[in-house]
């Protein structure tokens, strides 16, 4: 009986999160530097909402270069769904462990993680809502900017920061594309300034209806800059928050 009605209640809480959120929500994971501030990885896990199978995703990125380095997408989805009481962090572990001589190539420091320098605090549900009633993130046939700007300062070196992302919306349905970019102004503790344009706005995402700064993050000593960026993506099966990276090497 107490088995029943545990199945029970795991099935209506499994029904009523499809129901507020019809998607999958990956974490994020901050995974660390390499000793130089030259490379950074970092990862995403989940589980499908469909399946129910967990999945995770490591990508290594050279700073200077925006870029990954050769082979630094690494994924992994199990082969059969989670058992109760589990969530996707079985798969991360999976393919850390698979890909040491990788880490090690670009002497990947675990230890050497990010300091924080700005953390939204809003919800993913709520920019999924967003997302699901707004017409302008729906995308249009024109293409449409959507603007959100953020302040944050660096308390260790005094310098503060604005960055305003630029995201173009495009098509609707199974045309949606867009692509995005941050304008960033440093200014430093004698009131002089520096520009940076940070972002790839020619490359268009498929199927991509929003991007939001959710963290800003800088390396311990060298200045290497993590914009983690929130992806809203529409599925057949609702909307997934996915993540990504812009580096800036200061």
């Known amino acids: ?62 700073v200077p270069k925006n870029n990954f380095v050769p082979n630094g997408k690494l994924t992994y989805t199990h082969t059969a769904p989670i058992i109760q009481g589990q969530d996707g962090t079985g798969a991360l572990y999976t393919l850390l462990a698979a890909n040491g001589p990788l880490f090690k190539k670009y002497s990947i420091d675990f230890l050497r993680q990010s300091r924080p320098l700005y953390l939204s605090m809003d919800s993913k549900a709520a920019t999924s809502e967003k997302e699901s009633t707004s017409g302008s993130a729906a995308g249009t046939s024109s293409g449409t900017p959507i603007g959100e700007q953020i302040q944050f ?8 920061y604005t960055a305003s992302l630029v995201s173009l919306v495009e098509g609707t349905g199974n045309d949606l594309k867009s692509s995005f970019f941050i304008n960033l102004e440093r200014t430093k503790s004698d009131n002089s300034k520096k520009k940076y ?25 060298d200045g290497s800059m993590i914009f983690v960026i ?6 057949s099966s609702g909307l997934d928050i996915r993540y990504m990276v812009e580096a800036l090497r200061l």
Request: glycine letters at 6%; charged letters at 20%; one cysteine or more.
């Open 230 to 235: 929130e992806m809203t993506k529409r599925t």
């Open 1 to 62: 009986m107490y088995k029943r009605l545990f199945i029970i209640i795991i099935t209506f809480a499994i029904c009523f999160n499809g129901i507020a959120w019809a998607g999958d929500a990956a974490t994020f994971v901050d995974l660390g530097f390499s000793s130089d501030g030259h490379y950074y990885t970092f990862a995403q896990y989940g589980v499908e909402s469909i399946t129910l199978k967990p999945w995770a995703e490591i990508f290594l990125v050279d």
């Open 197 to 221: 344009v940070v972002g790839t706005p020619s490359i268009k995402r498929p199927l991509i209806a929003s991007y939001r700064i959710c963290r800003v993050m800088i390396a311990p000593k």
């Open 153 to 160: 300062r660096d308390f260790e070196s005094g310098d503060s």
